[in-house]
């Protein structure tokens, strides 16, 4: 019968000997997960804080090049550039198209200045000595670059957020996988205190009963000696 206790016993304590393992592996993960994710939120609030500075730089950079280009191609300013190599060549304060031109160019100039765009100050120089249609090449291929670093940068800022929200829930499941391993773990201890205490019991009693055997058998063999005693006597 407490053979069959033992074999009971000794398979519970395997079973809340994995758990415990399981366990063990699971909070060694979460805390894994747990390091990553602080990594990944310093990582992606710092990257959230440059690009909306790269933001702001980007979109002053973009609608400058933006109004630069409007005004160049505006007909009054397409025939000043037409009939000069640049506008160092005219005197284009004479006109309101020229004068516009000229503010651009100083824009231009100031935003590069401010924002420390080498590129963007050597445009500004380049307006005033090439010819209308190298400008216009040059503004269209810089929009166009910034255009795509802004989608490039808002992919990067994207990726950070998906990352965030599946690590998330990643930790998530696993602090479920942990409660439900910790419920395991308490219920087979339970268990296995219960089993144990049942196979105390259960040896006592045994053990009982082999006191309880030994002491008949006793009075019996002493009571077989008093009765051969007596057949000797007589």
């Known amino acids: 019968p407490y053979t069959t206790l033992f074999r009971s016993l000794a398979d519970l304590l395997y079973k809340a ?24 939120e310093k990582d992606c609030k710092e990257e959230e804080i440059a690009y909306q500075d790269r933001l702001k730089v ?8 933006s109004e630069t280009l409007t005004i160049l191609t505006d007909d009054d300013a397409r025939e000043l550039y037409d009939k000069t190599m640049s506008l160092l060549q005219v005197d284009a304060s004479q006109t309101a198209s020229g004068r516009a031109l000229q503010r651009s160019v100083q824009h231009i100039a ?9 590129v963007l100050a050597a445009l500004a120089v380049r307006m005033q000595l090439d010819a209308f249609t190298k400008v216009k090449e040059l503004i269209d291929k810089m929009v166009a670059e910034l255009k795509q670093q802004q989608t490039d940068e808002i992919a990067q800022r994207d990726w950070c ?14 602090y479920d996988l ?10 087979l201890t339970t268990t296995i205190d219960t089993l144990t205490k049942d196979i105390k019991a259960k040896m006592e009693e045994i053990a009982e009963m082999q006191t309880q055997m030994k002491r008949a058998s006793e009075t019996r063999e002493a009571e077989s000696e ?3 005693a007596s057949c000797r006597e007589r």
């Open 17 to 40: 000997s994995k758990a415990k393992e399981n366990k063990e592996k699971a909070e060694a993960a979460i805390e894994a997960d747990q390091k990553f994710l602080a990594t990944l």
């Open 58 to 65: 980007r979109t002053q950079e973009i609608i400058a090049l």
């Open 110 to 118: 100031e935003v590069a200045r401010k924002n420390g765009n080498t």
């Open 161 to 174: 957020i998906a990352e965030l929200d599946k690590t998330n829930l990643t930790l998530e499941a696993k």
């Open 178 to 187: 942990q409660a439900n391993l910790m419920a395991k773990i308490e219920d």
């Open 226 to 228: 008093i009765g051969r």
